[in-house]
């Protein structure tokens, strides 16, 4: 069966700071899709980054960008330069027909 | 384009009585999920709608449970008679179709946060 693990209950980073979020992911199926949500507070789920299974390079958006090693079954989630407004709730999900998700990592950006 | 609506934002109720959220999905968008998300935990699957059929609902405690769509457009998840451990935020999603995720994974709505006392 499919699984998403995320080890970091909660980090702290401080502002401007470079973050590593951790996500590994167990799958047999070639064929998969890797996302990253963020939900703060408010509760609403905002979608991140996203990385095909094929996809040879690492996907980035913005200050987002996606740490993808197929082998090891690892997509991290690198946050740059954070800010005050990162603080959050961030979820690595996996798609393989639905959208599973891990158990989330709290972020709390400090200044 | 407008987003994934959903109402209310907010419920409390006592355990044993009956709640009902809605959710109004964006525009064209043939499936439509709802997922119950406990406080500290990552949001699971409860049921998933193809238009106005059911593709999955392994995850749906039936006995108490239930949801329908009946026009392949908005939704309607019940439950009733709701327990303390029902307290979560019950998140609907929509997207184009199962496999068609585009870039982007599901469209989510702002959720509807229950607590059950």
């Known amino acids: 069966a499919q699984k998403i693990t995320q080890t970091q209950p909660g980090m702290f980073v401080q502002e401007k700071e470079a973050v590593t979020l951790d996500c590994t992911y167990d799958?047999?199926?070639?064929?998969?899709?890797l996302f990253w949500y963020k939900q703060p507070s408010s509760g609403e789920m905002i979608f991140l980054i996203y990385?095909?299974?094929?996809?040879?390079q690492n996907a980035t958006e913005g200050r987002y960008s996606l740490n993808f090693q197929k082998a090891r079954k690892s997509a991290n989630l690198v946050i740059s330069a954070s800010q005050l407004g990162d603080s959050a709730m961030y979820f690595c999900?996996?798609?393989?027909?639905?959208?599973?998700f891990g158990a989330g990592t709290q972020v709390v950006v400090t200044p | 384009e407008a987003g994934v609506a959903q109402s209310p934002r907010y419920k409390i109720i006592e355990k044993r009585q009956s709640v009902a959220f809605w959710c109004n999905p964006i525009?064209?968008?043939?499936?439509l999920y709802w997922y119950q998300q406990i406080l500290g935990q990552g949001p699971k699957l409860l049921i998933q709608?193809?238009?106005?059929?059911?593709?999955?609902d392994s995850q749906l405690p039936k006995d108490r449970f239930s949801a329908e769509r009946l026009k392949g457009v908005d939704s309607t998840l019940k439950i009733q008679p709701a327990k303390l451990e029902d307290s979560a935020v019950y998140l609907c999603?929509?997207?184009?179709?199962?496999?068609?995720?585009?870039?982007?994974?599901?469209?989510f709505g702002s959720g509807t946060r229950l607590t059950v006392v």
């Open positions: 709608f193809q238009n106005n059929g059911v593709v999955d």
């Open positions: 999603a929509s997207s184009l179709a199962p496999g068609q995720w585009g870039n982007y994974g599901y469209t």
């Open positions: 525009s064209g968008h043939a499936t």
């Open positions: 990385q095909g299974s094929y996809d040879e």
């Open positions: 999900a996996m798609m393989w027909g639905k959208l599973q």
């Open positions: 799958t047999s199926d070639q064929s998969y899709g």
